[in-house]
């Protein structure tokens, strides 16, 4: 029965100072960090192990990665990067600080940008401090300068067509860590959530999820491994 494991990078710095950070690469908290190792522990202390393991281009979600398989003596494992794994981008919004942001714009039109399914943020300008054309993980990217959950989405899930799926349907056993909007695209298509209740959905930093999926790579159960 194929095995799928989902974990969001541990607290990042952006996280703490509650900041919009999208595909900005920022780097983990030690508390962050704390929480690598102790999802590893985890995952080790459970009797999970994995076969291929799949990750985005940003730190937060790398080191993430590397931490928890350092604790399950897994570090030799391979891993795939890839882009379309990266946050959701929340363009002229990078940077700023979430409750600010509120003060300025409004409680309302704050909400609308982070949790729409379909209405994204303002677009990032050309030449903006957080403008990433010259960053050369993403050369011969069309990096995007703004994205709503729908727009993740429509990156996030031809990836999972592409290459992660067909690794569990070869009996692989499958980890990946990323973010909470590119794994929220990744549960709401695996447990058929609408779109009106996958915006609401949190997902933890640092927290594995399991997914126990038949042959078809249909969702038998999803759970924090934590609670079991």
């Given at each position: 029965m194929p095995k799928l494991v989902l974990i969001r990078h541990g607290q990042s710095s952006w996280n703490l100072e509650n900041r919009f950070t999208g595909w900005w690469d920022v780097n983990m908290t030690e508390k962050g960090e704390a929480e690598a190792k102790a999802a590893g522990a985890l995952m080790a202390e459970k009797g999970l192990d994995f076969d291929q393991t799949f990750t985005s281009l940003q730190t937060r979600a790398i080191k993430t990665l590397n931490i928890a398989l350092e604790q399950m003596g897994r570090l030799w494992l391979p891993v795939e990067k890839d882009w379309r794994l990266n946050e959701r981008h929340y363009g002229g919004l990078t940077g700023l600080n979430k409750a600010e942001t509120a003060a300025k714009h409004g409680d309302a039109q704050v909400h609308t940008w982070r949790r729409s399914f379909d209405i994204p943020p303002p677009v990032l300008e050309d030449g903006s401090e957080f403008d990433l054309s010259k960053d050369r993980r993403y050369a011969g990217i069309a990096i995007p300068k703004t994205e709503s959950l729908k727009d993740t989405i429509a990156r996030v899930l031809p990836y999972w067509d592409a290459r992660i799926a067909p690794?569990?349907?070869?009996?692989?056993?499958?980890?990946?860590?990323?973010?909470?909007?590119?794994?929220?695209?990744?549960?709401?298509h695996l447990s058929n959530i609408p779109d009106d209740e996958i915006t609401s959905l949190e997902i933890p930093t640092g927290q594995p999820i399991v997914y126990e999926l038949d042959d078809d790579l249909k969702a038998l159960d999803r759970y924090y491994l934590s609670e079991r």
């Open positions: 690794a569990l349907k070869d009996g692989q056993r499958v980890l990946i860590s990323a973010h909470g909007n590119s794994l929220r695209a990744l549960v709401k």
